[in-house]
């Protein structure tokens, strides 16, 4: 993703939900035709410091004056903050990060009702941690800020809120199916990158697209797969029944956003970037990873959106929400065009922006 001075991506498997972390599952077998479920999670180096807001409103008023909806600034600065840099000379070397979730350590998971959380469940936590633990005002500034930003009526899948870290500037916000319902869904956002709004506003929107594109009236789960997650010949079993584009929770609907989204931009390249993500070496998936991202580079907003379908999506769709509308001159802008098409996403562009001129702190 070249963004401005970070960046990067890191790879999450988490195989007991199965799925987003910013996406899907379980690993796939060595078949070079099926596709690997792949769990991966937006990145962001905190820079650009914002102060956090005091108290966060979860209730946005329904009448927003144009001067405040459309805050130029704001959103032309989180684009910014979230943009390839240009490179001169040799393709820069992208660092995609980690497919490893090794060094996250859960803080506190609370069940969401509505605009609220409650009923805090506390891992146990090592003592360098316990602060972060205690300090449930910034859990709730958290959750308050991204229930400010999405529409409640959107967001109905979305089932726990967790706080986590894995130290600064690593995973900064990742989405996962609950434990206990394939149709249910958890956010999670590290207590430790947290304080830069920019990258916050947009990775918790790029989480939501997730949960916009992957919930089960788009992607209806897979319940074998969902309890039996280690399982691969049920896995190989339900990719093959699928006519569509299978993401990894379970085959998607022909008029989901994201089967005609992967139609229309990857149909031609899925197989070539499919054999790269079978890749079990680390370092020869990052270099081969890297080669594809700048040989189709200007089919990608960001570095990011090359590592899935799904990760393509949802950052095209932060494009969409923070950007302003392309000319459509290249495919990566003809992908935020395509959520032009859908008048409900247009109506949500506008819900979101005007909450964010609302809420955004300073």
């Known amino acids: 993703m070249l963004r401005i001075?970070?960046?990067?991506?890191?790879?999450?498997?988490?195989?007991?939900?199965?799925?987003?972390?910013?996406?899907?599952?379980?690993?796939?077998?060595?078949?070079?035709?099926?596709?690997?479920?792949?769990?991966?999670?937006q990145v962001f180096v905190t820079e650009l410091p914002a102060e956090a807001p005091t108290v966060i409103p979860t209730v946005i008023p329904t009448e927003i004056p144009d001067e405040i909806a459309s805050c130029p600034v704001i959103t032309d600065r989180i684009i910014e903050a979230n943009s390839p840099m240009i490179v001169e000379g040799d393709a820069e070397t992208m660092d995609f990060g980690s497919r490893s979730?090794?060094?996250?350590?859960?803080?506190v998971t609370y069940y969401i009702s509505g605009n609220e959380i409650n009923n805090p469940s506390f891992e146990s936590v090592p003592s360098d941690l316990q602060d972060e633990q205690n300090d449930?005002?910034?859990?709730?500034?958290?959750?308050?800020?991204?229930?400010?930003?999405?529409?409640?009526?959107?967001?109905?899948?979305?089932?726990?809120?967790?706080?986590?870290?894995?130290?600064?500037?690593?995973?900064?916000?990742?989405?996962?199916?609950?434990?206990?319902?394939?149709?249910?869904?958890?956010?999670?956002?590290?207590?430790?990158?947290?304080?830069d709004y920019y990258y916050l506003s947009y990775t918790l929107v790029h989480e939501f697209a997730?949960?916009?594109?992957?919930?089960?009236?788009?992607?209806?789960?897979?319940?074998?797969?969902?309890?039996?997650?280690?399982?691969?010949?049920?896995?190989?079993?339900?990719v093959s029944a699928c006519s569509n584009f299978f993401p990894g929770e379970g085959c998607a609907n022909s008029d989901s956003y994201i089967n005609q989204y992967y139609d229309q931009f990857w149909v031609n390249i899925y197989g070539e970037w499919n054999k790269i993500d079978l890749e079990e070496n680390d370092d020869i998936y990052y270099e081969q990873?890297?080669?594809?991202?700048?040989?189709?580079?200007?089919?990608?907003?960001?570095?990011?959106?090359?590592?899935?379908?799904?990760?393509?999506?949802?950052?095209?769709?932060s494009f969409f929400i923070f950007g302003e509308k392309p000319v459509g001159d290249t495919i990566a802008e003809q992908k935020i065009l395509f959520f032009y098409n859908y008048p409900e996403l247009v109506d949500l562009r506008t819900k979101i922006i005007g909450n964010l001129c609302v809420v955004f702190p300073g």
Not at 21 to 33: E, F, H, N, Q, W
Not at 175 to 194: F, H, K, R
Not at 211 to 238: H, R
């Open 210 to 238: 997730h949960l916009l594109t992957l919930g089960s009236d788009q992607v209806p789960p897979s319940e074998a797969i969902f309890y039996d997650p280690e399982n691969n010949d049920i896995y190989l079993n339900e």
């Open 289 to 317: 990873l890297d080669k594809f991202y700048y040989k189709y580079q200007d089919q990608f907003v960001t570095d990011y959106s090359a590592t899935h379908p799904a990760e393509d999506i949802a950052e095209a769709f």
């Open 5 to 41: 001075k970070i960046l990067l991506a890191v790879f999450i498997i988490l195989l007991s939900s199965l799925a987003c972390v910013t996406l899907m599952g379980k690993p796939a077998t060595a078949i070079s035709d099926v596709p690997e479920p792949p769990a991966v999670t």
């Open 136 to 195: 449930t005002a910034t859990h709730q500034k958290l959750w308050g800020y991204f229930a400010a930003l999405i529409p409640l009526e959107s967001r109905k899948s979305l089932a726990e809120f967790s706080v986590m870290t894995d130290g600064r500037d690593n995973v900064l916000a990742a989405v996962a199916q609950t434990n206990d319902d394939p149709a249910l869904w958890g956010l999670e956002v590290d207590i430790a990158d947290s304080q």
């Open 101 to 107: 979730e090794d060094n996250i350590t859960y803080i």
